[in-house]
C-alpha cells in the first residue's frame, strides 16, 4: 500500500503504515493543524508532503523549515522575515517562509527546537493568522496551514517548561504518531526494492537483488536510523554490488548477525544428545524479549514481528513469568 500522491511516496503494508496512510486521506483535504510524532529518519516530512498533496492547498506551496538546524537569533527571521537595517547584515528585506507558503502549508520539522518567546509569536499567528516581520510595525496577514512534526515527548517538554501547553493544543488538532522501522519490519522488503528500483532510475545504478539471507539479516536488524538508514544502505550496496546479488556478507558488519542465538544454545546435536524441549524453550523466550525489545514492549508490534496473534504472545509472557522490566506485564 503506498500514496501515489508524492514523488517519494509512503509505503507500507504493515497495519502501523496503513493506519496512518488512512490518516493522511482522511486529514489531508481539511485544513487542520497536524502534529507528526515519531522518531528520526520515520518520515515525518514525506507524511506532510502527502498532507499538502491532498488538500485544497496542493497547487500552493509547501514551504518547510527545520527548526533545529537554524540558529535562535535568526529563526525568527526565517520565518516571518525582516524589513532592510532590521539587524547587523539585513542589506534589504525579505519574505520569511509564513508569508512564502501564503494559501499553502507550513511544515515546522523539530518544532520543539524552537525558544520560549518564539512559541509565544507562533501562538499568534496560529490564533490569528497574522504576523510583523523583524525590524517592522506593519502586520501582514497569511492563510497557511501548518503541519508540525517533532522525536520529541511534548508532554515531557511541556512538564519541564520547555514548550508551552497551549501551542501544543494550536498544533495537536490531529496527532499523527509514525511507527518506528523495527516495529514493522515486514515492510523492509518492500522498501528495500523501492530504493533499490529508485537508483537504478535515478543514478543508473542497481542491484539484481538480495538473496534470502542478506534479506533475512536486513529484516532483522534492529535500524536505529529508521527508513533514512534502509536508504542508505540500499545507496551503499548499489555502489558495490551493481547488477549483482545482495549477498549477506556484502552487508554492513553492524547488521550481520547470528541467525541463531549464542550461549547455551547448540547449533549441532551434541554426542551426548540434548535436551530438545528446554532447547526450544530458551530459543522462544530469548526471540521473544528480542521482539519486545525491539518494539519497547509493545505486545502488538512484538507479536506482528514473531508471526503470532497478540493474546498467544500475552498467554507466553504469563506462562513463562516474563514482564517488562520496572512495569507489569
Not at 5 to 18: C, E, F, K, N, Q
Not at 158 to 171: C, Q, S
Amino acid at each position: 500500500m503506498a500514496s501515489p500522491r508524492v514523488a517519494r511516496p509512503l509505503i507500507g503494508d504493515h497495519p502501523s503504515m496503513r493506519k496512518v496512510l488512512r490518516v493522511v486521506d482522511r486529514v489531508g483535504p481539511t485544513d487542520s493543524s497536524v502534529l507528526i510524532l515519531g522518531e528520526s529518519g520515520t518520515g515525518k516530512e514525506l507524511v506532510a508532503q502527502a498532507l499538502h498533496a491532498a488538500s485544497d492547498r496542493a497547487a500552493r506551496p509547501l514551504v518547510p523549515i527545520n527548526c533545529g538546524a537554524i540558529p535562535a537569533q535568526l529563526l525568527e527571521s526565517e520565518l516571518f522575515g525582516h524589513v532592510k537595517g532590521a539587524f547587523t547584515g539585513a542589506s534589504q528585506s525579505r519574505p520569511g517562509r509564513f508569508e512564502l507558503a501564503d494559501g499553502g502549508t507550513v511544515f515546522l520539522d523539530e518544532v520543539a527546537e524552537m525558544s520560549p518567546a518564539l512559541q509565544v509569536k507562533l501562538l499568534r499567528v496560529l490564533q490569528e493568522r497574522c504576523f510583523e516581520p523583524v525590524g517592522s510595525d506593519r502586520s501582514v496577514s497569511v492563510d497557511v496551514r501548518v503541519v508540525a512534526a517533532t522525536n520529541r515527548d511534548l508532554e515531557v517538554e511541556i512538564e519541564a517548561g520547555r514548550f508551552r501547553e497551549d501551542l501544543y493544543y494550536r498544533l495537536n488538532v490531529v496527532e499523527l504518531q509514525l511507527p518506528p522501522l523495527r516495529g514493522r519490519a515486514s515492510d523492509v522488503p518492500k522498501l528495500a526494492a523501492f530504493f533499490n528500483e529508485r537508483n537504478g532510475t535515478h543514478r543508473r545504478r542497481a542491484v539484481a537483488g538480495f538473496s534470502d539471507e542478506a534479506m533475512a539479516a536486513l529484516v532483522a536488524y534492529g535500524w536505529p536510523g529508521n527508513v533514512r538508514e534502509l536508504e542508505n544502505v540500499v545507496e551503499r550496496l548499489t555502489v558495490f554490488c551493481a547488477d549483482e546479488l545482495v549477498e549477506l556478507e556484502d552487508l554492513p558488519a553492524k547488521i550481520v548477525r547470528p541467525r541463531m542465538p549464542k550461549a547455551n544454545l547448540p547449533l549441532d546435536l551434541p554426542d551426548d544428545g540434548v535436551d530438545l524441549r528446554a532447547v526450544l524453550q530458551a530459543l522462544e523466550e530469548r526471540l521473544i524479549l528480542q521482539a519486545l525489545q525491539r518494539t519497547a514492549w509493545n505486545k502488538n508490534q512484538a507479536a506482528h514481528l514473531l508471526g503470532l496473534n497478540r493474546t498467544t504472545l500475552v498467554e507466553k509472557l504469563k506462562k513463562r513469568g516474563l514482564l517488562q522490566p520496572h512495569a507489569s506485564a
